[in-house]
């Protein structure tokens, strides 16, 4: 069993950044790509970014890419994305993922566990 727990949300004005963190439990983060995903009030959740489980491999979004980096330390069991630049289109809460054994993915049904997401406001 995997448990993912997000932090490093907030409010923050636009063009401001934030960086958040997924903390893992469990011994099984280095065999796990993970994700972040978010989904804004009445939209569907939508792809960010995933890494692979040696961080050799990144995508991203096309709406994210060039402002936010993700990355990984397997030694300390966490994920982070890097938000630059951030815009108000970006509001959303950000949910962690993880997918056991298998290749980066930008389908939410890849993603085996969840955190419980933390949320993102970006003011005008």
């Known amino acids: 069993q995997v448990q993912l727990v997000e932090s490093g949300g907030g409010l923050v004005q636009a063009g401001g950044s934030l960086r958040l963190s997924c903390v893992s439990s469990?011994?099984?983060?280095?065999?796990?790509?993970m994700g972040w995903f978010r989904q804004a009030p009445g939209k569907e959740r939508e792809f960010v970014a995933t890494i692979s489980w040696s961080g050799t491999s990144t995508h991203y979004a096309d709406s994210v890419k060039g402002r936010f980096t993700i990355s990984r330390d397997n030694d300390i069991n966490t994920v982070f994305l890097q938000m630059l630049s951030l815009h108000p289109e970006d509001t959303a809460v950000y949910y962690c993922?993880?997918?056991?054994?298998?290749?980066?993915?930008?389908?939410?049904?890849?993603?085996?566990?969840w955190g419980q997401g933390t949320q993102v406001t970006v003011s005008s």
């Open positions: 469990g011994r099984t983060f280095s065999s796990c790509s």
């Open positions: 993922a993880a997918a056991y054994g298998k290749a980066v993915s930008t389908w939410y049904q890849t993603y085996d566990y």
